[in-house]
Structure formats: C-alpha cells, structure tokens
C-alpha cells in the first residue's frame, strides 16, 4: 500500500522523519507531499520548493526507493485540493493526517483517511523551530535530521529567515 | 555536480533512462524535472504528472539516493521558465540539453549547458511509442523499461491513448 | 428590467431570499452571482460553488424561469470584477447593494446602483448561521428556507463547518 | 436523478435542446454546464459565458424548475476537470456524452456514463451554425429555439461573428 | 486627448513608430500598450516584455512626456480585454486601431475607436523583420528606428530568434 | 547605469520623488517599477495600476527620457519575484532598497542592492497619506507633487479611499 503524507515541511524535521518512517513500516509505500510549493521567502514558508525537496530526500535516503517526494502548488481551492493532489503523485491508497481540514477534504473525495502517531508534537514543529533560528538559538539543529543542517547551511537559511522575520518588524 | 533532465517523459523510455544514467555517471547527481506535469488525457500528453513521477521512480530505483524526480508544470513564460524550475528543484549545476531553446532559455538565465549523446534517437522517442500504442503495435513494450510497462498497463495506457486520438478523429 | 444581486450565500438564507423576492417585484428579472464561488471547506465559505448554486435555485423555485443563478469565481482585482461578472452573467440593467466596496466599484464601472431593503439585519446573517452550526445550535434551520436545510443536511454542513471550525482551532 | 450535459453552446441550438428534453424526461433533472466559459469573441467561441446563460435559460424556460445552468472555466488540465465540474455544479448522478475524451476523464474520476441520441447531427451543429452566420445565410434561424434567436439579434450576434471571422483574415 | 495604441511591437519598428507620431500630433498623448507582455523567446514573440519597453521608451524618446509605455500581459478573455488594458494604463479617450477584433471588443466596451492610416504597411511588419533576421539578411536594420536596432543587437537578438526557429525546424 | 526603485505608490508621494531625483542623479536612468499593479479599491491599495502610472510618470515628468515606469503585477513566489521584475522591466545594474525582503531576494538572484536615503520617513509615507484622506484631512495635498494632486483629484480618490474604509468598518 501507498500512504500519503501532506505537510509543508518548512524545514522537514525530526518528527517528520519519525511519522515517515512510521508509515513506510506499516504501509510499505510513501509520497511525502510537499504543500504550499511555491511559498517561500517568507516567515512561515522560509525555503523554496526544491530546498525542501532536497531536505526531504536527504532525510529519507535509506528508504528513497520507496519514497516519492513530491512537491504540490496551492490551488486555494478545498473543493478541489485532493484531487490536484493526485493529479501529480503516484496514486494513493490511504491518507495519514491528524488535522480535521484535511481529513475532511480527502475524506469527501473518497480517501480512506487513518491517524498518524504524534512524535514529541510539543518539542518536533516548525513553528518551534523557525522561532529558534530567529532568535539566534542554535538548538534547532538538534530538531533536524544531520542532512537538513546541512541544506540549511548552505543556503544560510537561519541567516534568512532572521532578515524576513526582521523585514516584518519594521 | 548535480545535472538537470528536462522532458515530458510521456511515457519515460529507454531512451530517457540511457541519459540519466549517462548523467548519472559523468555528473554525480541528476534532477529529472517531469515538464507540463498539469497536462494530461491528450494524444501528446496522455499521462498525468503522477503517472509519470511513479514510471521515472521505478525506471531508475537503483540509483533512487541519486536522481531528484520533480514534477513541473508549465508557466507559459518562457522568459522566467529557468527560474521556475530552479524554484522547485534542488540546485544544479549544468543543465543537460539538445534542444534549442532549452540551451537559449537556461543560457541566458546564466546557467552552464552541455549536450546529452542521443541513444538511438530514432527509435526511442516519445512519439514514435504514443503512435505505436494508437496502432495496437504491442512493440512500444520494448521501448520502454519493464516497470514502465507496469504502471502504463495499470492505467490501461495504451486504451487511454487510442480512445483519446479517436476523440481528435471525430 | 434585470437587477444584479451578488453575495456569498454561505448558506442562502430567508434574508437572501426576501431580498430576491423584493427584487423580482421591482424589476422583474434578477440575476443571483454566487461570489467566491471557489472558495469551500472554510469557516467562513463551507460549502461548495455548486451546493450553493443548488440551495439557491431551490429556494426561488418559484421564480425559476425570472432568476439567473450564476457562481462567479474571485479574480482579486476589483477594478475588474464589475466586468468580469457581466461577462459571465445575463446583461444587467442594476446593480443592488447597500455595500460601499460594490457600489463604487459598480459606479466606477458606469452601473447604476440601488439600495436593498435589508430584513432583520441582525438576525438573517451568514456568520449568525455559521455560528449556530458551530456551536451546535439547531436555531439555524429557522434562518434559511426549508429546500436550503436539506441541501445542508445532505451534505452534514452543519458537522463539516464544526469540524473545520476545529481545525482552526488546533 | 440528475444528469450532466457538457457543452460550448457557441450557440444553444435545437439540437441542445432536443438532447435537454430526453435527459430530463429520462433522468428528472439536468445540470448543462456551459464550457469554456471565459472564451468569446473568437470565430469559434463567438458568445460571452453570460450570452450563453441566457439563451440556455431561455431556451429551456419550460424545465426551468428541473435545470440549472453553470457557466464553468476552462481549467487545461484534463485530470482535475472532471471535478472542477463537480466543484461548481449541484451534485451530479450520470454524465450523458458521446465524447471519448469526456467519457474517458469523467469515468476514470468515477462518473457513470451514458451515451446521449444524436438529433439529426449533421444538421444541428455549432460550426454549420456559426459557418451560416459568417456566410450572411439566414438559415441559422431555423436551428435555434426562437428566444436564441432573440438573445443572438440583441448583440447583433452574426455580425460580431462577421467582423471576428474577417480578423483571422486579414 | 490620450489614445490608445496596442502592438505586440515584436519589434517596435518604424511603421510603428511613423503610427505613434501621427496620433501624438492629432491626439496630444499616447498609451503605447505592449500586447502579450509575457511572451518570449518565441518565433513569433522573440523579445521579452522588458526589452520591448525598452525599445518602444528608446525610440519615442523625443515626445517622453507625452508618451506612456505600458507592457501589458495578456488574459486569455477577449470579453475582458478591454477593461484589463483600461486597468493598468492611464484613462484613454481613443483606441486606434484597424484590426476588426480590437475595434469589436474595445467599441462593445464603449471605446470610441478610429482607424489608423498604414504606413508601407507591405514593408513595415513584425513578420518580416522576423523573417529577415531568421534568414540572415541584414536589412532588417533599414526597418527599425536605430535605438532599437542598439536594444536589439545588445541581447543578440537576431541570433537568439534564428536559434529559436532552428527550435521549431527540429 | 540603471537602478530599480520598486514600491506600490498607494499614492506616489514626494518621498518617492526625492528618491527618485537621487537615483536619477546618482546612476543615470531610473526604472519604477509599480508593484501589485492590479490590486486596487482596497483601504491599502485604493489607486489602479493605470492611475498610478499616470501619478508617477507626472511627477517625474521633467526627466522622462531616463525614467522606465513599469506596472508589475504580484506573481506570490517571492522566489520568482525578481526574475519576474527583471522580465517586464528593461536590464537593471542596481537595485535600491532598504526592505530586507527586497534585498533578500533581489540578493540571491545576484543582483547587486544599494541603500536608499530616506526623506523625512516618518512624514512621507503612504499609510499616513491613506490615513488623512479618510480622516478627511487635507493637509495630504502638501505630501504629493501637483501633478499627483490633480491625478487623485480627477478621480475623487479621497472619497474613492473614505468610502472603501467605511465598507470594512461595517
């Protein structure tokens, strides 16, 4: 079986890897979708599609023949989302999301929908993460996979989102 | 380094999978960027993006930690097309081409361009296959590598094609 | 004459339909442009651009042959929209709104403009209804016409908006 | 239940309307979804979205209780254009088309199919019609309803069709 | 009075430029739209928006201020042309032009519309300058004001555009 | 050399203006470009892409031959952005800005980006221009050259903004 799994990925973290993992076991297959594609350079989406596309396949490496990492444009439009969702991955045969919006809409289209354990939910989240690199505290690589650090780094990513998060105080 | 492929891949075949692995070798890393991946159902572009991410994925598993498989739709503005691409693709550092106005486009986008060898061009082409799946000439299945011709059978391909090129008929 | 009436019909309720009534009174023909017609599965736009063009029609049943129902997508540019609505409906001899933004808009555009009558404002109010639905409260099914509560209940709006009131909140 | 019929109507001819009858006689209700609906002003899509709503209403005022007219969009991505449909249209049980590129996409998203009888096609067809009008031969009268006719001379439709026709040749 | 003039100036050459002072000395100012501001690198569409500006601002750069030069992108909705044109340039009383699909939708619009006279117009077209370049022949330089040959020659134009039809050829 | 100076000018003030002359005198020629070129009737954005074209090339009338006044849609892909810019405007050698989101992704297209000066900030901004014009405050008049007066003034743009501002307030 074929599991989806929706995120923005701003960056891929350690809980990301953890679920992944945990659906690669259980269902034998995984797209990882990677939302909101063309954000970027902004607070909350900080990296590029293709920075997180890398993220994403640098952390998932030892399964990356069972992985397919996709990265999917917003449409603005629910209605329509698991659709075009499955218009640019491999097909799917279960959905994995905790989140009541998602469930909704892919359950409507006809997905079976199924919950994903929650790694440390308090401690793995981007928007702990991004809050840390905007203030300077380094403790966001521990958050990280090892190669995620490294795509960061080489794009200064901390240095980055510092600039857009001061470009919004002012 | 890191190549960039570009191509509709509809479907992904022989030929496809001798440059990658070509650019596999002499390069290191390679991006296939799956082009018009929104287009679909037409006698040109008879495979969705997803149908065509899972047929490259399978085509080049034994090299899966080291190709970067992106779907890519159209934008239509030839003039910011290199810099959509960069978007959502990871970084590269030559872009593998023969065409014209690919090499035009890339180059004055300030990125290196070199030529891919063409494997029996002749043969192995996309619309050589499409025509030969609108004739019921079951040879198409030796042009493309074997777990292409799974996923192109799963989706009855080659019934989706002929019934498409009988609705131009019409 | 043909009179323009444009909302969001989140639900149509007994306000919308009131006004419709006034309106076919006055001018005898009247066109229904169901505005952001693509946005669904929000709080604030739950339903669907063709739930609401069904609880619409159903609710001027009566008026079928005089009341053009037509969903009109955003195109997020208001020195366009007056003409992007004629585009896609009927000709329209007036414009009704007592809403500034449309109004000027419209009058730029050289409509003439009307005010509505309004119907219990206060009570007869989307977000009243979406509020109910929210919270449970069953009191929504007075707020619009009976052919629009089983529009609702066909689709369990009334569960939908609650739970993608809750993704909010998560 | 409800059935789907999918056109340009460039313009809504007798033989649209034959088609409407047997559908609603045979299925109840019928939604007719005016395609391409932002195209106009061409030789081929002569008519505005709007222009077309109302030689649809018109023409099938008598059903008006059973039909509902949704102009919808051009998307360009077959794979997602079946529930693009869906999305704006009311809940639809069977889509009626001879096409096999409708048939295709609209089984393949999961729609029954039914073929629909052909009125006389060599006679009512949108490009004899629109050929006529080019020509200055009156005869496109006899093959539209006669409130068609009345929408088409109220925008001096053969004329604009005249001028645009005369464009391409110049 | 401002009147309007919309090309796709591909390039702007001297009929267009003889076109520009005429209606400067009976109109007083101009809007010199750049129709299809977005393509590039096309047989047909060759110069990007940017550098079209450029050309049209260089060449009429003895009326400046009289003059506006507004790219414009195109939107695909001839029956919204008009007010997008209207939206991003400056108020217009005229719209000049002797091509039947312009005088259509911009006098539906309800622009007064006057013809333009031609000047050599056997000589001075964008297709046979375009043609002229692909063919080598270096006349091409006798049918543009000499700014816009600089323009042209700075980003190797005629060399980009032999590339491009050598493109298409393969 | 030539510079870029990007702003939405909601309205174009003296602020921009001095900036401008410093520009022009500092680097030669001056491209404006007009951000969200097709936002307008908002509280934010009250003036059209056209309008604002006229403001801008009035007011810096005496030095047309060296200014490029370009309105530049949004695209949402701050990671496209400049090359978005870059396609509409003429070649730009330097970019001005002191907005560290500008500078961020001007920066990492490669383009070169230099300080602005800012004059008087605190008094010629546009949100306290926008901020008088609804308090019905006419000391406005004093922060915008003439010509932009009497631009604004030609379409009521004071009362264009209160009445937008009185229709969020509702």
């Known amino acids: 079986m074929r599991a989806l799994l929706l995120g923005r990925y701003q960056p891929f973290?350690?809980?990301?890897?953890?679920?992944?993992?945990?659906?690669?076991?259980?269902?034998?297959?995984?797209?990882?979708?990677?939302?909101?594609?063309?954000?970027?350079?902004?607070?909350?989406?900080?990296?590029?599609?293709?920075?997180?596309?890398?993220?994403?396949?640098?952390?998932?490496?030892?399964?990356s023949t069972k992985v397919f990492i996709v990265p999917v444009p917003?449409?603005?439009?629910?209605?329509?989302?698991?659709?075009?969702?499955?218009?640019?991955?491999?097909?799917?045969?279960?959905?994995?999301?905790?989140?009541?919006?998602?469930?909704?809409?892919?359950g409507d289209a006809g997905y079976k929908i199924e919950d994903t354990p929650e790694y440390e939910r308090e401690r793995y989240q981007g928007?702990?993460?991004?809050?840390?690199?905007?203030?300077?505290?380094?403790?966001?690589r521990d958050l990280v996979p090892p190669p995620v650090e490294t795509v960061i780094d080489d794009v200064d990513g901390a240095g980055r989102l510092r600039r857009l998060h001061e470009n919004e105080q002012r």
Chains 1, 2, 3, 4, 5, 6 share one sequence.
């Open 13 to 63: 973290h350690r809980g990301h890897a953890s679920v992944a993992e945990y659906a690669l076991d259980r269902y034998g297959e995984l797209v990882v979708a990677i939302g909101s594609a063309r954000q970027s350079y902004t607070p909350a989406n900080p990296f590029t599609g293709g920075e997180r596309v890398l993220m994403a396949q640098r952390a998932l490496a030892s399964f």
């Open 74 to 106: 917003d449409i603005n439009r629910y209605g329509l989302y698991p659709h075009h969702v499955a218009d640019l991955c491999p097909p799917i045969d279960v959905v994995l999301s905790n989140k009541p919006l998602i469930r909704e809409i892919f």
């Open 127 to 140: 928007t702990v993460i991004r809050t840390m690199m905007i203030q300077g505290d380094e403790a966001w």
